[in-house]
């Protein structure tokens, strides 16, 4: 039986992120639909009717907000793992959130390849066969196995360091799961 000091090179509190600048992009088509329908509500010659013209400005301005957020939601992920829980907070506020106690997590492995592709596209995603996952850019990600048999996915920048944490904090955790 070999001697592992608890956590003896790694930080009490661990921290990463992963960003997809191509969804700035996506985050532009947005503002642009929403400056389209307030540009159609203030400054326009439609004559037939008010009702399209209505249609018209909604419809703009409801996609626009819907790329517009639904992009900066997911322009980011960052991912902090202490000694009791694993954190992956999204975006630049925050949400959505996932708090998953160490103790539900029975194995942490190393994805040399996740793309949006796979997932079905950027962001907070469920697959019945694959799990959970968020997914904001193609690349390496973390593959957390809890223990009621879900898996959730994290494309993250140095994922592999990730999986290192997470299994040396899981080892002294709990007869029967070392």
Known sequence: MRDHPENSSHP????GRATN?????LALVGAACMALGIELAVDSAWSSGVAPLVMSVVGCIAAGLLVLFGTLAFVHVAVRVDHECLEV???????????????????????????????????YRWR????TAVVVRRGEGLVLRLWDGHTFTITI?????AVHVIRDRLRPSGPGRG
């Open 12 to 15: 009490e509190v661990w921290t």
């Open 21 to 25: 600048r191509m969804q700035w992009l």
């Open 89 to 123: 907070r999204c975006g630049h506020i925050g949400l959505p959130r996932r708090r998953i106690p160490l103790a539900h997590v029975a194995g942490a492995e190393f994805a040399p390849h996740v793309t949006p592709r796979h997932w079905g596209g950027w962001g």
């Open 128 to 131: 019945p066969e694959k799990g």
């Open 157 to 161: 920048d140095n994922a592999e360091t």
